[in-house]
T-cell receptor
Framework: GENVEQHPSTLSVQEGDSAVIKCTYS??????FPWYKQELGKGPQLIID???NVGEKKDQRIAVTLNKTAKHFSLHITETQPEDSAVYFC??????????????WGAGTKLIIKP | DVKVTQSSRYLVKRTGEKVFLECVQD?????MFWYRQDPGLGLRLIYF???????EKGDIPEGYSVSREKKERFSLILESASTNQTSMYLC???????FGPGTRLTVT
């Protein structure tokens, strides 16, 4: 089955710098790759996603890139701010929009923004 | 705004008790999910449902069951709670997986 690995487990960056989190997946048939942000005491929240027919997607300071050949995708956060401090999860799905839709999750990255 | 509510934020139960965790969503979503979250292990899928009375096992269904009698409500049941079920339980709804705030369950 699908397996998703996420690195690093902890990332500390200076406020204003960029942060990059990387995930690799094992099944080349995966077709949907969302990213979630989990703040302390809350459930994860979808922040950006990408389908397998797209190589890059941007939304203000965040972007996701997908390399299908290498089977990896990355989250990029530019001009980091204190409110970006959180745990970030990547995920992948083989069954997007199917009735048995489910996600396979990475282990998470704790992002720390240093003032 | 989508709202996903979970019945309790914190719960303490004794070993062997039957535990019910309830999740309610207000967006008429067909898909609902139950996860547990443990440090270093990310989110692990326990059960999911894509329609009323339909349920599918996730990665770690052992020791759990679920019920979906109405579209808006998806319940997770621990038939006989054990200490290794101490965890954060998260419910999600919809393709985008809108999450509830979670229930931190402690089994003593």
């Amino acid at each position: 089955g699908e397996n998703v690995e996420q690195h690093p487990s902890t990332l500390s960056v200076q406020e204003g710098d960029s942060a990059v989190i990387k995930c690799t997946y094992s099944d080349s048939a995966s077709n949907y790759f969302p990213w979630y942000k989990q703040e302390l005491g809350k459930g994860p929240q979808l922040i950006i996603d990408i389908r397998s027919n797209v190589g890059e997607k941007k939304d203000q300071r965040i972007a996701v890139t997908l390399n299908k050949t290498a089977k990896h995708f990355s989250l990029h956060i530019t001009e980091t701010q204190p409110e970006d401090s959180a745990v970030y999860f990547c995920a992948a799905s083989l069954t997007f929009m199917d009735s048995n839709y489910q996600l396979i999750w990475g282990a998470g990255t704790k992002l720390i923004i240093k003032p | 705004d989508v709202k996903v509510t979970q019945s309790s934020r914190y719960l303490v139960k004794r070993t062997g008790e039957k535990v019910f965790l309830e999740c309610v969503q207000d967006m008429d979503h067909e898909n609902m999910f139950w996860y547990r979250q443990d440090p270093g292990l990310g989110l692990r899928l326990i059960y999911f449902s894509y329609d009323v009375k339909m349920k599918e096992k996730g990665d770690i269904p052992e020791g759990y069951s679920v019920s979906r009698e109405k579209k808006e409500r998806f319940s997770l049941i621990l038939e006989s709670a054990s200490t290794n079920q101490t965890s954060m339980y998260l419910c999600a709804s919809g393709i985008e997986q809108y999450f509830g705030p979670g229930t931190r369950l402690t089994v003593t």
